[in-house]
């Protein structure tokens, strides 16, 4: 059965790191984009950035670019999104999820089949 775990988040001050990881299990990694997604009380959830099967493409919100950078390792069937700078205004619970369709297609949450469950991300001082 196709899961996503994520893990990594938690609350830090502004300008500092996380770095979240999403492990995929139960299908073959290399067929699917893996998005990260973020979601605040009362808003959609949004596209935060996505990254192709192969890894060779990949697409980031105007919000986040330049800060955040996503990758992936296949042989472990992991996704991490590496979040540095962080802003109070990226305080959000961040969810993964996995897609047939390519980027920045599947940079849309009504693309994406399988979801994990979310990890919080806070930024506060």
């Known amino acids: 059965q196709l899961q996503l775990v994520e893990s990594g988040g938690g609350l830090v001050q502004p300008e500092e790191s996380l770095r979240l990881s999403c492990v995929i299990s139960?299908?073959?990694?290399?067929?699917?984009?893996i998005g990260w997604f973020r979601q605040v009380p009362g808003k959609e959830r949004e596209a935060v950035s996505c990254i192709s099967s192969s890894g060779g493409s990949t697409n980031y919100a105007d919000s986040v670019k330049g800060r955040f950078t996503i990758s992936r390792d296949n042989a472990k069937n992991t996704v991490y999104l590496q979040m540095n700078s962080l802003k109070p205004e990226d305080t959000a619970v961040y969810y993964c999820?996995?897609?047939?369709?390519?980027?920045?297609?599947?940079?849309?949450?009504?693309?994406?089949?399988?979801w994990g469950g979310g990890t919080q991300v806070t930024v506060s001082s």
């Open positions: 139960g299908f073959n990694l290399d067929v699917y984009g």
């Open positions: 999820g996995a897609s047939r369709y390519g980027v920045p297609a599947m940079c849309n949450s009504r693309l994406i089949s399988h």
